[in-house]
């Protein structure tokens, strides 16, 4: 899958290749090292439409100055890069070029844009940042969402057209039988799974189960006692650690602010920990999606709960994460702030952002989540609800009338579509069916031949709470056997 | 080798000192705490008879100039017992170590948020004690303290020495304690032995020369290295997130 735009950028020079100036240089956008560049090579890479910083670095750290571009979907943009001269000869404009780069070192590495040209990429843009929607003020927003989601999520690898162009083309995350011990309580054990890009993929569980502990370990905060991920394409291991936290954001439940720090401030704070320098711009947008452009100034500790989960939000928004881990994000939140989140969520999750969403809310889960896991120190399920429902449990009908049926055991058990029935409540039934398509039909039919006022006849839909009740209840009757 | 982002740095120590500023009780005893440090050797000074010998003035002036040292042993050690237990407390441990910063930026950058105030503190004290006493103290005292080389300097190169000691085992504390007050308290007590120093300079053990002075400032740089790295190795993400208790989610 293409990227949106392509930061081409040629490295000229002016020495031999077996110079002290021909090591390779490191390529930084908005902070944070891309890649390298050799002598005399040109290298391409992809970036998001909007605006970015460049910067080259040698490996003797000398350094380019900081050039700002605007990425077009769709267009190269084009910078060359050289060593700058350093004549021997002129002894004197040496000494000044090295005591001003003390100073500033703007001056070793020549850094100048050339052009920007068009390119068949075939790339959907993406930029989180500038595209995040804001959250609306309605709840309609929701259901518009959620039927614009891409198609192809549950085989793990988003294919839709808004997916988020991925730096590989593997899955987002890789979890292969990791497993996390503190002495001899089990934290998990032996978790497998993987999660698409552009997915949003819910891990729940009862408390203890291990999903906190998951996303630390999938964060890097705690190694695990075995078994191996990867994470954003990263192998996880204590070296990767920085690059891997590089590329995801964590926001855990508890968004654990700097009170005496305005809202600003904390965002600057976490920027400048990113490495992202003039970061005003995202600042300003992660604000804006989380609807708290207005509070910038406030002092966090001014802020009530919801608006603080919003600050720990933006802040997750602010280095453009591969992978998102919400952990809880709706915690403690009234409806309204929740519906708010949710939004957010939706509008991540349209732009291709890779969400592992932590929640106890079932109802929360059903609303924004493409696949499920059920983590009970073992992973017990994962799919799309739609399939662990079918897997879980058998079709039913719910028959509800106007008036009780006279005797409902003798008269469901006539019916050859029906293969079990159970009362719901004084009118209400339940029918097992293999075929709800070709049973209520049928017993609609014997409904109104014996004279029963039919109110209500329909598939039963099982929710994800009846699924996760489900998988409870089996734990809860294993560990008693 | 290990590299550090100057970004990442700049914004902790940024961060930090907003957050000093922005803290009553920091504020009053960065202001309280040199006043404090400062009335006992001025009036020392002032107290001293001139008509004693030069070398006996030249003795004692040497407790009043090496009591100011103090300050950069008592405030940085409160500070730094602050920097990682103090975090843990109010929540803000975890999400600062979900992101790209390293245990060295993190460690370095604190570290150098509690130095900067501290050992411009210091110094501020040390030169108004020198105007002081230039302007209003008795000749011959003033010639005794301005006289006395070798105890100007070891005050001036100790300052950032004793301080820096004071932050690592400060932070060493902080992060292995459980509670801010445990932590103030043990790194108050852990940051006192560098004061040795001062003590055999103060009461003669040691004569103040130059060759000592520079010496012993030497001597504090490398037990500054030493300490630092120890608590680089000590600082582990998974036991400051999870504490020596396991949590559940």
């Known amino acids: ?481 | 080798m290990m590299s550090l982002d100057a970004t990442r740095l700049r914004a902790v120590v940024h961060k930090e000192l907003l957050d000093y500023r922005r803290k009553r009780a920091i504020v009053v005893s960065m202001v309280l705490l040199p006043i404090l440090f400062l009335v006992e050797p001025v009036v020392s000074i002032f107290v001293a008879a001139p008509s004693e010998s030069s070398s006996a003035l030249d003795s004692f002036v040497i407790l009043p100039l090496l009591y100011m040292l103090l300050i950069a042993v008592v405030m940085p050690s409160t500070l730094a017992a602050f920097t990682v237990v103090g975090e843990r407390e109010q929540g803000t441990l975890e999400p600062l170590l979900t992101t790209p910063l390293r245990e060295q930026e993190f460690i370095i950058g604190k570290g150098a948020a509690v130095m900067i105030p501290s050992v411009a503190l210091s110094y501020l004290v040390y030169g108004l004690f020198l105007l002081a006493v230039e302007l209003f103290a008795h000749p011959a005292v003033a010639t005794a303290v301005f006289h006395n080389g070798p105890i100007l300097l070891a005050l001036f190169l100790f300052a950032p020495l004793v301080a820096g000691w004071s932050v690592v085992v400060g932070m060493a504390v902080s992060v292995r304690a459980s509670e801010v007050r445990v932590a103030q308290q043990l790194g108050m007590l852990a940051s006192l032995p560098i004061t040795g120093v001062v003590l055999l300079l103060a009461i003669g053990v040691i004569h103040p020369t130059f060759p000592v002075a520079i010496a012993f400032a030497a001597g504090l740089l490398v037990i500054d290295l030493i300490t630092l790295r120890i608590v680089s190795r000590m600082f582990d993400r998974e036991r400051l997130v999870i504490g020596t208790k396991a949590t559940r989610s």
Not at chain 1, 65 to 80: L, R
Not at chain 1, 405 to 421: K, M, N, Q, S
Not at chain 1, 439 to 451: I, M, N
Request: proline share 5%.
């Open chain 1, 1 to 481: 899958m293409a990227a949106t735009a392509t930061l081409s950028l040629a490295r000229r020079t002016m020495v031999s290749s077996h110079s002290v100036r021909a090591r390779t240089w490191k390529v930084e956008i908005d902070g944070s090292v891309v890649g390298s560049i050799s002598n005399q090579r040109t290298v391409e890479f992809p970036v998001k439409a909007g605006q970015h910083l460049l910067r080259v670095k040698s490996t003797r750290y000398l350094l380019s100055p900081e050039e700002s571009f605007e990425a077009v979907a769709g267009q190269v943009v084009k910078f060359s890069c050289h060593p700058r001269a350093l004549s021997p000869i002129i002894f004197t404009r040496w000494l000044i070029w090295f005591l001003a780069s003390l100073v500033k070192h703007d001056l070793w590495i020549g850094l100048e844009f050339v052009n920007t040209s068009s390119a068949d990429i075939g790339a959907t843009s993406f930029a989180v940042l500038e595209n995040i929607p804001k959250i609306p003020a309605g709840a309609s927003e929701i259901e518009s969402s959620l039927s614009a989601r891409p198609s192809g999520i549950g085989s793990g690898t988003i294919t839709g057209t808004a997916a988020r162009a991925p730096a590989n083309p593997r899955s987002a995350l890789v979890v292969s039988n990791l497993t996390k011990r503190f002495g001899e309580r089990t934290a998990f054990s032996d978790v497998s799974f993987d999660v698409g890009y552009g997915e949003v993929f819910g891990f729940l569980g009862p408390n203890g189960a291990g999903k906190t502990t998951t996303v630390r370990t999938l964060g890097t905060l705690i190694a695990p006692t075995s078994g191996s991920a990867t994470v954003a394409g990263i192998p996880l291991s204590p070296e990767n650690g920085v690059e891997i936290r590089q590329r995801i954001a964590i926001m855990p439940e508890s968004p654990g602010l700097y009170l005496r720090l305005t809202v600003t401030e904390n965002l600057e704070y976490f920027a400048g920990l990113y490495g992202l320098r003039h970061a005003t711009t995202r600042i300003n947008d992660a604000l804006e999606a989380v609807n708290l452009g207005d509070r910038a100034s406030d002092l966090c500790a001014s802020l009530s709960k919801g608006l603080r989960q919003r600050v720990g939000l933006a802040r997750t928004l602010l280095s453009d994460p591969e992978i998102m881990f919400l952990d809880e994000p709706t915690s403690g939140l009234d409806p309204v702030a929740s519906l708010e989140v949710h939004n957010l969520i939706i509008g991540l999750r349209q732009k291709g952002v890779t969400i592992f969403l932590t929640t106890h809310r079932l109802d929360e889960a059903e609303k924004l989540c493409d696949r499920v896991a059920f983590l009970n120190t073992t992973l017990r399920t994962v799919g799309r609800t739609a399939e662990l429902r079918e897997q879980l449990f058998k079709r039913s009908l719910r028959v509800k009338t106007l008036e009780p049926i006279g005797d409902p055991a003798e008269f469901f058990t006539r019916i050859l579509a029906v293969e079990d029935w159970r009362p719901d409540g004084a009118n209400t039934y339940v029918l097992t069916v293999s075929d709800p398509e070709v049973a209520a039909p049928e017993v609609t039919r014997a409904l109104v031949s014996a004279d029963v006022g039919v109110l209500f006849i329909g598939e039963a839909q099982h929710s994800l709470e009846d699924v996760y009740l489900e998988l409870i209840a089996d734990d809860a009757e294993a560990r008693r056997s």
